[in-house]
DNA sequence: CATGAATGAGCTTTCATTCAT
DNA sequence: AATGAATGAAAGCTCATTCAT
């Protein structure tokens, strides 16, 4: 069989994508050599031109996947509970068009094949984000658009909460699924700022 | 090495708890019949005395990870918000005590080296107990015990996130360490707990 | 097909007496754990049953033409000459009954099979024995049995040669061979020996 | 990247001389159609457009060693014994100025990359400087510059010995390198000749 | 029940060789 | 001539599973 030939960027990016795809559907014991080929339309031996080891196309599908979180970091505006919603309704968006990326954010399974190397750069991947929530609350804390009783650890758990739980099609909602049926990202976001809002101590006085 | 013949049921039991101690401290990726056999002390093939094969290992590993759950339904008391504190803080202490269980809670790992049908029974683990917090907060709601504004699974989502962020140790925490430094399950709940009725507090003036 | 089940010690034995014999007839090329299997009889998994990598069956051999070598030291007698002849008939009389160890010892083809530390062993065999050829002759100089004006490494380099030669039914003979037909290793270190004493300073004065 | 373009003949002497490099250094598990490319600065691919194959390669390398190797036998003198001092000298000068010969000369490492053909191309390689060094020997005996009583063999071994054994800077001198430190191919052959000539004193008096 | 040797499929990786560009 | 992607046959090694003892 002749495939046609691709430049070595193309292929890899084309492994890169196979290989987030694979793990997300099948798992990483399923993200064999030989899988990653065939997803791609390439014999077996013809990966290890595109990539020295397994080791480095799980690095350039964690690359991809860094760059489309980094895609959701919204800009720097004034009000924090502004971008947090930002935040989270590019988050669901993205987990909405690449549903692929669920698994891998909420997983350790990404960070195991990828050795020590890999699974320190996820870790820091949801260290940023969660970061990222938790200046959002604190800010807002201080302006008074939150209650300032909270330990911030506490809310920022609980947004991430809500983005793992409405991005999430799986087994968090599997049972209860009519509830919000089609809640769009923006609807989960509203429903959760007017929360947030309503616990603020300014008013209460 | 002639090890101490022990009845099937007990030598199945010492391989389950095996099969949760490497998952938990390995990884899927070791647990095999070899590493399976050498924790319990016995022969390779000695395993396959005692299971068909590795799947029904890891099932066994499910129930034992389901009974571990179980114990931690509280009774169902009057007050719904007590029986939420009650589970949450039980699950807490569940996870002190054995912290194997994280890595299974919150991981699908245990689901991928069972197969489908492991897969599907640790789904099922997780949403008894979404629908148990579920229940709770639904009837405050409709206690006015908290706030009826808030989609019910928006709040389940907020309960679940703070439950895993407080059981793990790992990433989320890592950076904010200083926050909730031995925070008990206890004062966690209390906290979760003053911040759910909190919201209500306009309403009731 | 179900092979006869032997103890690892056994398969082991067997398994590095194949390698010998591969390497020897082969070359290192050919030692591949499916020639190992084939020679042995057994599959080609099962060789990793009895040794943990490829390495560790090379050292195996290692020890095995070391145990031989060894074997063909002479106890420390009174005469210098007397004591190299017996090492040197016996270092002959060794390769004729195993011709495998004939490409090995003049061959650094093991070594490069064995990584580092096997070069390093095979080295040292080499070493030990070169020292023990130099010893006998630099006593054998002292007590005015051979000349002393020759360097003792000219001589030691000589000895080492006969040896090689008189070892080597292959190349080195291959288009003389009539010469010393079935010369024996006692004729051997006879001429050598007389060779030896002719040139002797004493003798011309 | 697209390298100058040469005639084939230039590409293969490029190529057969980096053979020669390649398996002096690294030894022939790194010779590879890779290797070789990248040594000679050009695709790897392009190798096969000026050989037909790796065995077509070793062999140019071996005509290359071949032709070096002609080149120290010296012209036909009247006295045997200064014949075969300007061959030795050539040929240990030949080894100092390419230390990669020394590998290949004493070692059937290049054989083995070139098939049983190659193998015996050097096989003849080998015999033929025996052979001349045989001839040269008999003829001294037959000039009583040397003693008639050793078998002419048992000489030709000698000789090879101390040219080997001078030539290896190796494992043969390690434990004594202080002996012949510096020790010129003239002044080894003087010490060899000294103690071939003094073997004849006993009858010349 | 227990042992541990044996099996064979499967995995990662290497490499000579081909061939479209 | 040169390039470099593609191929496919090994090679080394792992592991679930079987089975004679």
Redesign the interface.
Known sequence: MTTERLPTEQRQRQIAEAALRIVAEH???RLTAAALAAEVGIADGTIFRHFRNKEEIVHAAIDLFEKALESTFPPPTEDPLERLGSFMVGRLELVREHPEFL?LA????LA?AAGEKGAHRI?GL??RS??FV?QCLEEAQNRGQV?R??????L???????I???ATG???????EK??PGASPTQ?WK??E??LR??TTE??T
């Open positions: 798992g990483v014991h698994r909420f997983n350790d399974r195991e870790e949801v260290g969660v970061a938790r209650t009783e909270a330990p911030p650890m506490l920022v758990w609980m947004v991430i909460g809500v793992r739980g409405a799986g087994p968090l909602l599997a049972t209860v509830d919000l989960v429903a959760l007017r929360f309503n616990t008013k209460k």
